[in-house]
């Protein structure tokens, strides 16, 4: 981990500057611990690796990220993961919804015990997004 610092410091300004980032399963993880996006990411409620398609819906379509979607729209993507559970505190997750923060949530399933069905989330700026399943 040490030895990311230095990527991750650059990652940092870069995305302080306004350049896109993605962090995509354990890419998310990494942008979470980096405190670019809030919350954390724990193991599956049901201990188990997962390997499926899954359906999200997009929450926000505004972010340079998600643009090409429209918002409400459902889409599948495959879910590999173990350590996919998103959570925050009651607050966090409240500002989240309030200020239009989640990016994706998932449809139907929620396949690891996400907090609200949290599938992705986004900064403030639109330009970090950090996303579970892999596209």
Known sequence: IAALAPIMAEVKDAAAKGMPVLGICNGFQMLVEAH???????????????RRDQRLRVENASTDWTSDF????????????????????ESELDRLEGEGLVAFRYVGVNPNGSQRNIAGICNEAGNVVGLMPHP
Do not use: M, T
């Not at 670019?36 to 997962?50: E, M, S, T, V, Y």
């Not at 993507?77 to 505190?89: E, F, T």
């Open 70 to 89: 429209e918002q409400g729209q459902e889409i599948v993507i495959p879910l590999k993961n173990a350590d996919g559970g998103y959570i925050a505190s």
């Open 36 to 50: 670019l996006l809030p919350g954390g990411l724990i193991r599956n409620a049901h201990q188990q690796f997962i």
